[in-house]
Structure formats: structure tokens, C-alpha cells
């Protein structure tokens, strides 16, 4: 075993993908059903034909830069395991602070709203983490609403979340009044790719990722069209941003007469990551 995890690190490292050993122990964990640590406890186990087809299959994907997150199928959000696919974005570990940020931010029994949920592991997260709270979950598509779905059923979360399909506040017409709103809205415009890694712009959704052409900030101004009609006075606003947009959704934030204390924090890389404001 230990052969093959070291040809297919030389292979990976040749073709320049990040972290080609994690990679390759990640994928030869998928193909025989096992962890890390048993990979080396087992460096001996010869592999058999089928195993070593889907091990070369899975390798030769990853050479082309496929994230490793999809050829799993799953991945780790908060210690939290979560299904992936190309229908939703991989969950990274910057939106693992914006869910510490919301949760600071909700009451007891806050009712909270997540916009443009996804995958839903922000949603499973806030949940797993604070029973009290009541959670409405919205996407415009159907495919992330779908694998969403799955993953509240994985953490048995049906009764907790509710996922609602629409664009933005469309998705929550007749809902009491939330109390936190949550989100990490696409902000990459069109015109500027090059701030994507290689890797998310060929492989991750673009519904996901992209705002309209010239604004990164479109988004954001739907978002804060609707605070005034669904949240309480006093609720909270955490939101995700990112190089390239942050100045331009603060500004979209500080300029809506229904929100005060519009602000930018850093994440732990010390780029501006995160806004918050509060609804008058």
C-alpha cells in the first residue's frame, strides 16, 4: 500500500496539485473504505485489481485539478461531515469563522435565516452547535436544495431546518421575522476570474461564485433590499465577503437607511472577510 501511496504523491507532486500527499492518502482512504491512520497501520495490505483501477481513476482526476472534496464526495466543515458536489461550493475554513461570528451574534432561540445556503453546512453547523435555535435555509437551486436536504437527514436535522427554495428573500415570504441572517453570497464579478484559484473557477459553481458583471456587490444590495421587511428590529447581519468586494459591500451596508453598525472585520489571514451590521 505504502508503494502505491508514494507513486501516486510523485505523480500528483509532477503535476503541480496542492498537497499532493494528503491528496493521495484521502483517495486511496476512499478507494478501500478507511482512515488515515489505518492506511499506515495496514502500509502492507496489497491492493487488489479493482482497488488499484479506481485508485488510478481517482489519481488521474486529481492530476487534471479536480478538487479532492468532490472526488470524495464529502468533506469536513467544523468537524461536521457534509456531502459535496459540483452542484455547491466546497466549504472552506474562513466560513468555518463566519459561522463562530453568527453564532456569537444569535440570541437564545433566535430565529435565523441563511441565504444562498448551499450545501447547508452552515446551517447543519449552527444547528449541531445550538439546539435553541430555529433555522430557515434558502437556495436558488434546486441541485444544492437537493444535497442539502441529505445533509440535514445525515445530522437528523429535518426538524430544525427548514429549506425554502427561491432567490434570496423570495424564499421567505409569510415568515415570522428573523432574528440573524446569515450568509455567504457569490461576490466574485465576471470581469475579475483571475481572483479565483485555477481549481474553484474550472470546477465550482458559477451561480456560487459570481455576482453581475461589474457590481461584486449585487448581491449584497438584494440581500439588504429585504432586511427591512424581514428582520426585527435588532437582528443581526453576518455575511462573508472577500478581496476584491469587501469596500463595495460595506459601502451597500452603510448606505441602507434600514441597517446601522455596518462594519468589516479580518479573518485569521487578516483579509477582509466578514461584515456586520444591525438591523434599525
Known sequence: ???????????????????PRRSAELL???????????????????????????????????GKHEPVAYLLGEWSFRGHTVEVSPAVLIPRPETEELVELALASAPEGARVIELGTGSGAISVALALERPDLKIVASDVSKNALAIAARNLSRHDLQSRVTLRHGSWWEACGGEEPFDL?????????????????????????PLALFSQHGDPASCYRAIAAGVGRHLRSGASLVLETGLGASDACLAVLA??????????????????????ARRR
Not at 32 to 57: F, K, N, S, V, W
Not at 258 to 275: I, Q, Y
Open 1 to 19: 500500500m505504502l508503494s502505491v501511496l508514494r507513486a501516486a504523491e510523485g505523480w500528483l507532486d509532477q503535476h503541480q496539485v496542492d498537497a
Open 28 to 62: 486511496l482512504g476512499k478507494v478501500l473504505g478507511i482512515d488515515r491512520l489505518q492506511l499506515y497501520l495496514q502500509h502492507d495490505r496489497p491492493l487488489g485489481d479493482h482497488e488499484r483501477t479506481a485508485m488510478r481513476a481517482l489519481i488521474a482526476r486529481r
Open 181 to 205: 441572517l446569515v450568509s455567504n453570497p457569490p461576490y466574485v464579478d465576471p470581469a475579475q476570474p483571475d481572483l479565483l484559484a485555477d481549481d474553484v473557477r474550472s470546477f465550482e459553481p
Open 255 to 276: 448606505g441602507c437607511a434600514d441597517l446601522m453598525d455596518a462594519e468589516l472585520r479580518s479573518d485569521l489571514a487578516a483579509n477582509p472577510r466578514f461584515l456586520l
